[in-house]
């Protein structure tokens, strides 16, 4: 078989959760079957999207052969995430139904899809990374902390994340003023640029916050940064499947989320859940809490980006099979 993956991953795009997953897909799929990335030849027998953009719908309107696509994107995360959510949220359902096949990132995922009217089979797949290459070296540390002045007995509370209020920004800001003694530091941008939600209110927001907080935007060695950190915070509101807790937990980092439905399904007990930013008090911060938690992240082995592309592969046949 010939597959085609179709991935949104054109200037600010290619840092989206979704490009990175489908890279991590990607590269394990081409040491086993025959795979081309972006190709605008049609000569394949199936296609895979990733979500759905100008360059995606053009191909899949011209592809005649099976098509699957990954709703790592669905109307309920645009929600607190884009300016406009309802200008593009209209379109998921006619677009999904399109396809022979498509691919929940979670059981959260499936059953939204189902709600709003998605008729094709759906299939549970999580996403996955390639655990031998999340590993935090001292090297990487004392070049990330020398870097942005942190001492060594600085505590370093890390999120990676687009800078908007379904990512809890806003949280993440009064954590920063609760806890002046530590270091927050937010890694990501506006990659929707004005069309991202409370954009100007943000972008307000973090120049008046406190002293305490970094924000690099976009970086080329995220595993710099992750070695760096002490631990990692996701005060996100709402994901599919979120890579950047994979990849935090992969590289031992103890972490702190908001409790969600589909973060429980995910990670279970790997993860210190709390219900209000006021919960997180500076026991939650202590080292034996930390230490308790960065024991449990062996168990993201689970989500090792080999496994996952079995689970594809396996899809893919019975798709052409169908």
């Excluded at 309802?86 to 006619?94: D, E, I």
């Excluded at 210190?272 to 202590?286: G, N, P, R, W």
């Excluded at 082995?301 to 099979?321: E, F, M, P, S, W």
Aim: neutral net charge.
């Amino acid at each position: 078989m010939r597959i085609n993956f179709i991935v949104e991953d054109s200037g600010p795009l290619q840092y989206l959760g979704c490009a990175t997953a489908a890279k991590n897909l990607y590269n394990t799929l081409s040491e086993s079957i025959d795979i081309s990335y972006n190709d605008t030849s049609l000569s394949y027998d199936l296609c895979h999207l990733h979500t759905f953009g100008p360059r995606s719908l053009l191909y899949l309107k011209r592809f005649k052969g099976k098509k699957i696509i990954t709703a790592h994107s669905t109307p309920q995360l645009n929600e607190g995430n884009l300016a406009f959510p309802r200008l593009v949220n209209w379109l998921y359902t006619p677009i999904y139904n399109q396809f022979d096949h498509i691919i929940a990132v979670s059981n959260k995922c499936e059953q939204e899809l189902k709600e709003m009217g998605c008729i094709k089979p759906i299939s549970t797949i999580y996403n996955g990374i390639d655990l031998k290459k999340f590993r935090s070296t001292n090297e990487k540390r004392t070049r990330f902390r020398e870097h942005y002045h942190i001492k060594d007995h600085e505590l370093v509370v890390l999120t990676v994340a687009q800078r908007t209020p379904r990512k809890g920004i806003y949280d993440f800001l009064d954590l920063a003023e609760r806890f002046k003694e530590k270091r927050f530091i937010w890694i990501g941008g506006f990659p929707y640029g004005l069309f991202s939600k409370d954009f100007r209110n943000v972008t307000t927001a973090l120049k008046h916050a406190a002293n305490n907080t970094i924000f690099p935007g976009f970086v080329e060695d995220i595993f710099e940064v992750y070695s760096g950190a002490d631990v990692f915070l996701m005060p996100s509101y709402a994901e599919g499947h979120s890579i950047v807790m994979l990849e935090a937990l992969a590289m031992g980092l103890p972490m702190i989320a908001r409790r969600t439905e589909e973060y429980m399904e995910a990670f279970s007990d790997m993860i210190y859940y709390y219900d209000d930013i006021l919960d997180i008090t500076e026991d939650v911060f202590s080292e034996n809490n930390l230490l308790k938690y960065k024991r449990k992240t062996y168990d993201v082995q689970r989500y090792n980006i080999r496994d996952i592309a079995r689970q594809h592969v396996n899809l893919y046949q019975t798709t052409l099979d169908s």
